[in-house]
């Protein structure tokens, strides 16, 4: 059956591609004379660094893949699924496997493989052209324009001391009364007796020089520096109009024109003057104004046409967005509307617990929230962790909670009792016992059918987790392990899906464990970024000198839940703010149950990101550092707070939430679905300063769950704790992390953005294995424990934790040996000698 599908799936596609288009398509799987790759490799290579060249050969590769036609088939009857499951295949495999394929299957996948790369190298070039401004242009333009204040400031501060002085003598000449006058030539003649004329004219000249005249003066100087910088884009922005097809919401129509006359500027030759730009003024504003109209390198009458640039702003807003992007396109076209979203949105509703009407919803929140303020008042009087000073509040810091008897007597037998044994090992005895090698099918959709297939597996995992590469894992000797079979199983079978699957497994395995039951059900769940310095050239890194120094690097923003089990993750370039990805990991777990509440730590906070996780369901509990100077918000005005009245001033616009009401529930369902990514509506709702009407609404309504979070905070120590015990375990998942990928000193060198994604999806997943060994040994000797009488309670299992690591050899020694299963566990460590 599902041979005749797939034949099904090929022949449809290959009918649909038409025999022109079919011929093309083969011949990119030929070797032109001149180069060593074929046509269909170096088209589907992305770029790993940013500069005006490789933009300018980034477009056109835009240009070329969209000119094969593809795009243009129409692939309605197949799954989206399926289509992306052909371009994966095509993605990874050679030419010449492509080449021996059937007609209709080879038509079919580079069909497929040519529709992802129109997209995927649209994403390339504006990924390329986000970097470049943004590291290549903005930041040198603003260190030098910093260099450039720091070597001003000498002259600026004499010419300040000479103007000081003169203002000082002024300011203490006599004043005018009725019986004697102060003439002007007998104040200039104290001022010159202190500061000669010429030498205060030259202050003036100087000061007036360097402090800009208008209001927007902070970017003046590093504006100036960018203007002479203009050239790194001047060759290819028009090329960047014709290749990619921009389009523009309302707010962005005046930047798309201007953009498009700036590119007719940059090409043309001939001098330009005010009315030539005189439609687009209203864009050139603050210190861009003396840049453009009064730039001394330009001659008088004309302008500078090198300063107008506002495309990269209005592209991060969205505003402005590309046709055919995934990364880069308009999240409003992604939400759900029309038919699509009257279907599914009872469902939804119904899942979320909210109506159509917001009135009964909102009086419920109103009424939480005053509940929430009087329980809050009524118990300050026990409340000794809350003191008042100064008007102030501030919370006394939790201390280490008390612990059972016996429970340092119980880690240290526990301790002793795992059992030893080297990393490859362990992972053998988890695919043998869980059957996790199953969940790894091939790319083209077929089962793995070779033999030791689970050592293969088990070899790759280790390099990758490990960081350590092939070479020392290969041996030629063993079949399972030579490099031709491990490089076959890494490009057929290791990748983002395979990995979710198998970490599902594990998720669900884990949690019908007893002992797991006592560390919680999994519907709590933290989130928080593990950073990777990437010394190699990669788009999808940013620069941060305080986790990466004076290089690049990534963050693994991964989720955990209570149960200690790593349920999803995704790589975000650089250190960009977590809070920009959180709901998007949330939204894309591997598996288990659905959190109920997120914790994070406080970097993580804002009021339009508090308001789309409580719209989705979530409640969102970070950790606050520093109560002093928080906000809590209030729906009854006449109410009167006491000590917290001075933090309860503001008050939560209800009537903004009702008049957005509708949007809101439409961008809930869309998220809910997976239709929209958060990181673009989040981009879209409020940036640059700015939030639109409906940031507004998701604010206000962020500021409720916001307000209700700080009073259970403020209230419940329980709560309190409950926060730092996930974030610290969090913190000790991330130093195991660090233990299994000691290789390359923790570096990790993938030039793309996807090599990054499965290298570091391979070592959450072998933090899972650990997790989900470590759990089994210890609810096994637990249960042992407790028949030879040692009195183990629920309450000093629910302290105990499976991030162990000691008993685990991850250096020097790759034996993939198996134990036998059907015996079952391992002999527990004895402390006279090493077992297993």
């Not at 809050?376 to 612990?403: H, I, P, S």
């Not at 375990?729 to 793309?752: D, M, S, T």
């Not at 993939?816 to 090493?834: I, K, N, Q, Y």
Request: some cysteine; proline content about 4%.
């Amino acid at each position: 059956m599902r041979r005749a599908e797939h034949a099904r799936l090929y022949r449809t596609l290959a009918e649909r591609a038409g025999p022109e288009l079919r011929a093309r398509l083969t011949e990119l799987l030929r070797v032109p004379a001149e180069r060593r790759v074929s046509e269909l490799e170096r088209l589907r290579t992305a770029p790993t660094r940013a500069s005006g060249r490789v933009m300018v050969a980034e477009l056109r590769r835009v240009a070329e893949v969209g000119g094969l036609g593809a795009g243009a088939v129409r692939v309605e009857p197949v799954p989206v699924v399926k289509l992306s499951a052909l371009a994966r295949y095509g993605l990874v495999s050679k030419a010449p496997t492509l080449r021996d394929l059937e007609g209709d299957r080879q038509a079919a996948t580079l069909l497929a493989t040519v529709r992802h790369l129109e997209t995927s190298s649209v994403d390339d070039a504006l990924d390329v052209l986000d970097l470049l401004i943004t590291s290549n242009l903005l930041a040198r333009a603003e260190r030098a324009g910093k260099a450039e204040q720091l070597r001003t400031f000498p002259k600026l501060r004499k010419a300040a001391r000479t103007m000081a002085s003169a203002v000082e003598v002024l300011m203490s000449a006599p004043e005018a009364t009725e019986d004697r006058l102060v003439s002007l030539v007998e104040v200039w003649k104290a001022i010159e007796e202190v500061v000669p004329r010429e030498k205060l004219a030259s202050a003036v000249e100087t000061i007036a020089a360097f402090v800009p005249t208008t209001d927007d003066d902070a970017a003046a100087q590093w504006r100036a520096e960018l203007v002479k910088r203009y050239r790194t884009v001047q060759g290819f922005i028009e090329l960047l109009l014709e290749v990619i097809r921009f389009r523009a919401v309302e707010a962005g129509t005046a930047v798309l024109a201007m953009v498009r006359t700036a590119a007719a500027m940059a090409k043309s030759r001939r001098r330009y003057t005010p009315g030539d730009i005189a439609a687009h003024e209203e864009l050139i504003t603050g210190s861009w104004r003396p840049l453009i109209y009064r730039n001394p390198d330009v001659p008088e009458g004309q302008i500078d046409k090198a300063a107008v640039m506002h495309l990269h702003h209005a592209l991060r807003r969205r505003d402005v967005f590309a046709e055919g992007s995934e990364r880069w396109s308009d999240p409003r076209a992604r939400l759900l509307d029309g038919p699509a979203w009257q279907q599914a949105r009872p469902r939804i509703l119904t899942s979320l617990e909210l109506e159509v009407e917001p009135a009964g919803h909102l009086a419920e929140l109103a009424g939480a929230l005053e509940g929430a303020y009087t329980r809050v008042l009524d118990g300050l009087g026990a409340n000794t962790a809350v003191q008042f000073v100064g008007g102030r509040l501030q919370l006394e810091k939790l201390g280490a909670a008390e612990e059972p008897p016996l429970m340092k007597e119980l880690r240290a037998l526990l301790d002793d009792m795992l059992p030893r044994l080297d990393f490859p090992e362990l992972l053998l005895e988890v695919f043998d016992r869980t059957g996790l090698p199953a969940d790894f099918t091939h790319i083209s959709g077929a089962d793995p059918s070779m033999e030791d297939f689970g050592v293969s597996l088990a070899a790759l995992i280790v390099a990758e987790a490990c960081n350590v590469g092939l070479v020392p894992i290969e041996k030629p000797n063993v079949p399972a392990l030579t490099r031709a079979r491990l490089l076959q199983v890494d490009q057929g079978y290791l990748r983002d899906e395979t990995i979710a699957a198998a970490n599902a497994r594990l998720i669900a395995a884990q949690a019908e464990l007893d002992i797991v039951r006592c560390w919680g059900g999994g519907h709590i769940a933290s989130a928080d970024g593990l950073r990777f310095v990437v010394p190699v050239q990669n788009l999808h890194t940013g620069h941060n000198p305080i986790y990466f120094g004076r290089q690049r690097g990534a963050t693994w923003l991964n989720v955990v839940n209570d149960q200690v089990m790593g349920i999803g993750g995704l790589v975000v370039p650089g250190t960009l703010r977590d809070s920009l990805f959180i709901l998007d990991a949330i939204h894309n777990l591997d598996g288990g149950p659905k959190p109920e509440t997120v914790v994070t730590d406080t970097a993580s906070y804002s009021d339009i990101v508090s308001g789309l996780f409580s719209i989705c369901g979530y409640q969102f509990s970070p950790r606050i550092a520093d109560l002093a100077d928080t906000r809590l918000w209030r729906t009854n005005t006449r109410a009167v707070y006491g000590p917290l009245e001075h933090m309860s001033r503001h008050t939560v616009r209800l009537d903004k939430i009702r008049a957005h009401w509708g949007d809101m529930l439409r961008v809930a369902g869309s998220l809910t679905m997976g239709t929209v990514r958060a990181y673009d509506l989040i981009r879209m709702l409020s940036a640059d300063g700015r939030t639109t009407g409906l940031g507004e609404a998701f604010a206000h309504y962020g500021r409720i769950s916001k307000t209700l979070h700080l009073l259970q905070f403020i209230a419940d120590e329980g709560y309190r704790r409950m926060i730092g015990t996930q974030l610290n375990v969090q913190e000790a998942r991330h130093r195991l992390a660090r233990k299994i990928a000691f290789g390359n000193r923790g570096q990790l060198r993938q030039r793309y953005r996807e090599g990054l994604e499965d290298q570091l999806g391979s070592l959450g997943l072998a933090l899972n294995v650990v997790i989900w060994w470590n759990s089994l040994y210890l609810d096994a000797a637990v249960k042992q424990l407790r028949e030879q009488g040692f009195p183990v309670t629920d309450e000093m299992c629910a302290r105990l934790s499976p991030i162990q690591y000691d008993h685990i050899n991850f250096l020097g020694r790759y034996a993939f040996s198996r134990a036998d299963v059907a015996e079952g566990l391992r002999p527990f460590h004895d402390g006279t000698h090493e077992s297993g």
